[in-house]
């Protein structure tokens, strides 16, 4: 568990505290109901109404990922893809199927399943391109509910501040309370900007970080089983991968080279063999 964001906010509603603390003011003072449920509330509505219903699901889905982190690493992928490299070379392709029940990856089952099947690597790679656009659309879309969100906070909480100096206008000729009712208003535009920067875009900042991450980590995977299919050695295999992550957006510029890459590693590894 990556605990990244967890210690994130720690640390940024630590440092909040702190400063109310020094300034000798009152937290109390800022833990206003009204207010609260105004930007909280109507954030989360209009970011709902600026997308689809599919979309707030899929980003209600999405957060716990966000504080959980990656769903494992990309080593430990590769790790298993030579170990599925070195059973088809000595057993033989349809020997994967006994891995496809024990196998939590989708997109390492389908590999799987599908080269037991017997289709060809063209067809192999075409749906497992399909299956990976498809995953990283989901998380696109959650991350960018996120974002949106923190782009309507800071205006929904000027608005409950407008709402709020309204009301302080129709209390002109109670000038005692007026401090504290101006105190007041600005509260809304507070958590506007709080919950934006606080909240919101660091949780869609992650969310985005992760998708990079599964992405990454789910393009290792169709390159390797593609080279598993295609009989390449274990050492190959795994130095291939290793060299695909080696650096940041290797992995996106390799995964579009259609066609080639189960022809390349067979070659290759009649060559180191």
Known sequence: MDIALILGLVLAFGALLAMIDMEGASITALLLPAPMVLVFGATIAVGIASGTLRDFLTAAAALPRAFRGQRGSTQSVIDTIVSYADKARTE????????????????MRQALQSIADGVDAEDLRILLEDAIASAAAGGRAASR????????????????????????????????????????????????LLSANFIWLPIGGRLQRLGELELERMTVVMEGMLAVQSGATPAFVQERLNALVSDAGSTKSRSRRAGKGAEQVSDASETAS
């Open 92 to 107: 033989g392709l349809l020997s994967l199927e006994q891995g496809v029940a024990d196998e939590k990856d989708p997109v």
């Open 145 to 192: 509910f996120y974002m949106t969100l923190g782009g309507f906070a800071p205006t929904i909480g000027i608005i409950g501040t407008v709402v709020s100096l309204t009301h302080v206008l129709e209390q002109l000729d109670k000038p005692e309370t007026l401090g504290p009712m101006i105190a007041t208003a600005f509260v809304a535009t507070l958590w506007g």
